[in-house]
């Protein structure tokens, strides 16, 4: 998805898992704290290291993984 420069996903970091600028932050984890009422300036307080837009594009990255649909091909 275009937009999202500050999403990496490499398979020596996380496992492989969606990041944040390469750093040990996955976007499941800002997620999951958004998800648990956490604002998103608590967030930023927590982890000082994190930008706004850092959790702002871990949010639109979640929302258009959630949008995707899995096609199950037949096999031959």
Do not use: F, H
């Amino acid at each position: 998805m275009e937009g999202l420069d500050r999403i990496t996903q490499s398979p020596d970091v996380m496992g492989g898992k969606a990041c944040i600028r390469g750093m040990r932050v996955t976007v499941g984890m800002i997620v999951g704290q958004i998800g648990s009422s956490q604002s998103i300036d608590d967030l930023l307080d927590e982890y000082p290291y994190l930008e706004r837009e850092d959790v702002m594009q871990a949010l639109r990255y979640a929302a258009w993984r959630a949008d995707e649909r899995e096609i199950v091909l037949a096999t031959a």
